[in-house]
């Protein structure tokens, strides 16, 4: 009896993405498949029963074009994209091409998202546990002694991130005391609250 395998990955001596994922969804235990028709052609997608499938892509810029699909060549890799949809709506769980990542930590990153999102994994990341710092102890007596900033890259782009975010909405606050300082009232009407 001949069996088949749902395997597609490109053979060992090439540096592809598919293997890379692969790995690290097993890392982190996540159950995948390969999708081999119709819209999901192209995508691992996770078999957790009870949960909703994440769709997870790979996206390379080799040349003039953007290729999408799991197993791309590593040379020119964008980064993973790991999206969920539902009746109600559709989710992104994993963006890499905004973390700007190599393919082995856009992998990672993305399985932990992943499996955090799944309920898999407690966090996301598994230095500061998402706090954003990093207990620091005496080696000797095991004793607290401090914190440090998490130098996970996935915690240094999300604190980018908040950091951008925090300053455009402040940016956003300023600018609308300024509008309101600088208004004059034309009337009953024109201010709130009526």
Sequence with gaps: MQTYSLIKT????????????RTALDRHGIPHRVCGNGVERGHLAT???GAPR???TAHNNR???VRSGYDLPETGHIGFTA???TDTATSLVWNGPDAE????????SCARSVAAYLHLSPFFCPSCEDYG??????PSTDALIGHRPCEDIPCVK????RTAHAAAAQACLEAEQAAHESHECAGDLCCPPF
């Design 10 to 21: 490109a053979p060992a001596d090439q540096s592809r993405t598919g293997d890379i994922l």
């Design 47 to 49: 078999t957790v029963e």
């Design 54 to 56: 994440v769709y997870i």
């Design 63 to 65: 040349g003039r074009t």
């Design 83 to 85: 999206v969920v949809t």
């Design 101 to 108: 990542l190599s393919p082995a930590l856009d992998a990672e």
């Design 133 to 138: 710092c990093v207990e620091l102890f005496h």
């Design 158 to 161: 999300r604190a980018e991130r």
